[in-house]
């Protein structure tokens, strides 16, 4: 088992391995003819994609494997971005990120829930907290690895960063082959599929916990993932050289890295409670800094939002994995991340078309209003439904 839980650290550092993210929303905009409008719409066929294949996924990865189900997503993966490599237009990039949310859904949750059965199995489930910061700390140190040499491929070829994701989607099939399967006791169930899943979904989100992690979890994610989408063009906007991009888009998310190792002892440290706390002041702070900041420097305000989602990520996925029924992880996780992207589906594009119609600082000075105050609320939900225990 412990070879299960190195190989799993090692996928999930390989998963975002993602050499063209520091540079792609040029690439989308310079290469693709894209406006930031079109950038969140394309964002938002995404996010629809994984709607679709979100929770399917999650419940084929609880009937038929975990493993497999990362297997799955390691062969889309493949495709996806050999997709990526030929894409011509707006046409060719939807096909292609269509594919990539097909396999990033079925790597959503099968992951997680691999991790803890296999801890389980060795009696150490209370550590799934710091394995799950030290996956997602090696997942941002690849990304950010990846990124560092992003900027410098993307100046070679426009097209040569989207080349390189070929074959580390083939060392992460690899990866998902040498996984070892958990054997999980299920109860006998008489239902048929459609009828269990529409019945886990009823489940968990009826369960007081559960729909309170949900609802900070996809306040927090949407938080950070937002400005994803807009950091390139505020950085951009404030005069930074494009040679710049990759070693500050890495130097950001080696940041993530050290927040995600740290989350497990600082909510130790402080409570779980007031960690999350933090993490939902941290949206108004950053959004608010680099609303106002006029100098490139402002860009600095970017590591409040990196610090909240290395913090809470792996605090909620672990206790959303501890309100979930062993045979259900993958699903209740994979219902979390189908939220989130529902919340991104309905939200991105509206916000694409405020920067292009009243641009940047504004739409983030509405941004700090409206994502702080459903963080706070969201966090006061947490708080009432978790009571004493955090």
Same mark, same amino acid.
Request: charged residues 15%; aromatic residues 10%.
């Given at each position: ?42 964002? +938002?066929? $995404? ?13 084929? &990865? ?17 495709? #996806? ?9 707006? #046409?060719?990039?939807?096909? &292609?990120?269509?594919?990539?949310? &097909? ?5 959503? #949750? ?12 060795? #009696? ?41 994701q070929v074959p580390n989607a083939l060392l992460m099939l690899g990866l998902a082959f040498a996984t070892r399967e958990m054997k999980t006791e299920r109860a006998p169930d008489h239902l048929s599929h459609v009828s269990r899943a529409l &019945? ?103 590591? $409040?939002?990196?610090?909240?989602r290395g913090l809470q990520g792996p605090l909620l996925t672990s206790m959303i994995q501890r309100d979930a029924s062993p045979d259900e992880r993958a699903s209740v996780l994979s219902l979390n991340a189908l939220l989130f992207r529902l ?37 006061? +939900? ?9």
């Amino acid at each position: 088992m412990r070879s299960n839980l190195r190989i799993l650290v090692a996928l999930q550092a390989s998963h975002l391995v993602l050499f063209p993210i520091p540079v792609i929303t040029l690439f989308f905009k310079d290469h693709l003819g894209m406006s930031v409008t079109d950038v969140m719409v394309l964002q +938002a066929i $995404f996010g629809t994609a994984a709607v679709l294949f979100e929770f399917p996924s999650g419940y084929v &990865a609880d009937r038929l494997g975990h493993r497999l189900s990362l297997i799955v997503s390691a062969v889309l993966g493949v495709l #996806g971005w050999i997709l990526y490599t030929l894409a011509e237009g707006f #046409g060719g990039a939807i096909l &292609a990120e269509v594919t990539l949310a &097909a396999g990033m859904a079925f790597f959503s #949750g099968a992951d997680a829930a691999l991790l803890y059965e296999s801890l389980e199995a060795e #009696g150490r489930k209370d550590e799934y907290a710091r394995w799950e910061g030290r996956g997602r700390a090696a997942s941002q140190i690849g990304e950010a690895a990846s990124s560092a040499l992003g900027g410098w491929l993307y100046a070679i070829a426009p097209r040569l960063p989207f080349a390189m994701q070929v074959p580390n989607a083939l060392l992460m099939l690899g990866l998902a082959f040498a996984t070892r399967e958990m054997k999980t006791e299920r109860a006998p169930d008489h239902l048929s599929h459609v009828s269990r899943a529409l &019945a886990i979904v009823r489940s968990a989100l009826r369960h007081r916990r559960l729909r309170a992690s949900y609802a900070l979890s996809v306040s927090l994610g949407l938080s950070t993932f937002i400005m994803v989408w807009l950091i390139q063009p505020y950085m951009q906007s404030r005069g930074l050289p494009e040679a710049w991009f990759g070693p500050l888009w890495a130097a950001a998310h080696f940041w993530l890295a050290g927040a995600s190792l740290s989350s497990a002892r600082i909510a130790a440290a402080v409570g779980l409670r007031t960690t999350l706390l933090g993490c939902a002041l941290l949206v108004p702070l950053g959004y608010g800094l680099l609303a106002w900041a006029d100098s490139p420097w402002g860009g600095a305000a970017y590591l $409040f939002l990196m610090t909240l989602r290395g913090l809470q990520g792996p605090l909620l996925t672990s206790m959303i994995q501890r309100d979930a029924s062993p045979d259900e992880r993958a699903s209740v996780l994979s219902l979390n991340a189908l939220l989130f992207r529902l919340a991104f589906v309905l939200l991105g594009p509206p916000v694409g078309a405020l920067v292009d119609g009243i641009g940047m600082e504004p739409t983030l000075a509405i941004l700090a209003a409206v994502l702080g105050g459903a963080s706070l609320l969201a966090w006061l +939900a947490f708080a009432q439904a978790h009571g004493r225990e955090t």
